[in-house]
Each structure stands twice: as C-alpha cells, then as structure tokens.
C-alpha cells in the first residue's frame, strides 16, 4: 500500500464550486504540504503543517484553505474554483530529519 | 524571496552524461536537493546538498558550490529510463521546499 494517498486522483469542476482535496499518509510524519504544479513552473507550495495544532501559508496560499484532521490526514479546500486553478496538486510528507519529503501520486483538477 | 534557475530542456544519448545546472537566488540558504519526476508520476528524491562539494549516488552525483549560488545533478551512463524531469529545490533537508522550474532530459537510443 502507498505511504501517502490522495483523492480523488482526477476531478473535474466548475467555476464557483468549493471543492476539497484529501490527503493521508501512514509513514508517521508530523510533517505535512500541499503544493501546485503547473507547466514549466515546477512545483509551488501552498499551505504547510509541521504538526496538528500549525498551519502556515505557503508561496501561493490565496484561494486555498487547508484543514489538518489529524497527524495522518491533511486536505486543501478551493472555497471556489477558478479556471486558473487547473493544475496537478501534490500532498507530501516529511518526518523532520530526513533529507527527502515524500510525495503522494497527484490530484489533476481542471475547473471549467 | 527565493527563485532557483534550471534549463528547462536536455537531449541526450543512451550511455552520455548530462549535467543540469541550477543557480539560485535566496534570503537564506539551508541546502539544495534534487528530485526526479516521470511523466504521470510523483516527484521522488534523488540527493541533497547542505555542505560544498560532490555527493554521488551511484550513476547520479550532485554538487554544491555555496559561494557561487550554484548546484549541479550529474547523470551518469545515461539510460532510457532516465528520461524525466528534474527539478532543483531549496530548503532545510526535506522540509518547505522552493522548486526550480524543472529541466526535462530526453534520453536518445
């Protein structure tokens, strides 16, 4: 089984309409990111949570909210969708005191 | 703010190697990593940078220069299942992370 889960892994919406993207992980992490891919942009982050009671904006956080459950699960919210936020969302993980961050496999969300 | 330059685009051959340059611009520099990213998939690690130098991985090597704001991923005897994208990030090991706009390597039988 993955370390760390998004759903869905695709969805498509309409402009005006909030939305929820989920993420969850069993790898134990207090350590946990929503970010942004757009082509040729590379990777963007949006929100951040290093453990359940801290949530911190990232580069790119207008539009976004995030809600962080528990110590395994961590979900970004569209409040409403904007067609500028077609893009592939990554969730990933990160224990502290590794070098690496661990991500999910990508949430591809395009908003008409 | 931070910003991390790359190519955006290499060609290569089965068994060359291929360099991917990165210069960053920060306030604040902990370290550099590299992740790779397949088409359709997630970014994985490959390697991180706190100190100046060479840090090899098998056929993968990365490189830090903290006084000229520079790093570089080495990919050795290039194979067909190279072909991704590579992106440079700066950051404390593995926490918040600022990605470079990636570089795709095209890998040429």
């Known amino acids: 089984d993955a370390d760390v889960t998004q759903t869905p892994r695709n969805r498509i919406t309409k402009t005006g309409k909030r939305i929820m993207l989920e993420c969850s992980q069993t790898k134990g992490h207090d350590r946990m990111y929503w970010y942004r891919q757009d082509p040729g942009l590379g990777l963007r982050l949006i929100y951040y949570s290093f453990d359940v009671k801290d949530i911190n904006k990232g580069e790119i956080s207008d539009g976004y909210s995030v809600s962080r459950q528990a110590q395994a699960k961590f979900s970004l919210s569209l409040e409403s969708a904007i067609p500028n936020q077609t893009a592939l969302y990554f969730c990933?993980?990160?224990?502290?005191?590794?070098?690496?961050?661990?991500f999910g496999p990508g949430t591809r969300l395009l908003v008409l | 703010g931070q910003s991390l330059e790359q190519p955006s685009e290499v060609t290569a051959v089965e068994g060359a190697i291929v360099q991917i340059n990165c210069t960053y611009q920060t306030s604040g520099f902990y370290g550099l990593s590299w992740y790779q990213q397949h088409d359709g998939g997630a970014p994985t690690f490959l390697s991180y940078?706190?100190?100046?130098g060479l840090e090899e991985t098998g056929r993968f090597s990365s490189f830090l220069s903290r006084s000229d704001s520079y790093g570089y991923l080495l990919l050795q005897e290039l194979q067909m299942k190279d072909s991704a994208s590579y992106f440079c990030?700066?950051?404390?090991?593995?926490?918040?992370?600022?990605f470079g706009g990636g570089t795709r390597v095209l890998v040429k039988p």
């Open positions: 940078n706190a100190l100046d």
């Open positions: 990030a700066e950051g404390a090991a593995g926490n918040k992370l600022t």
């Open positions: 990933a993980t990160n224990s502290g005191r590794e070098e690496t961050q661990y």
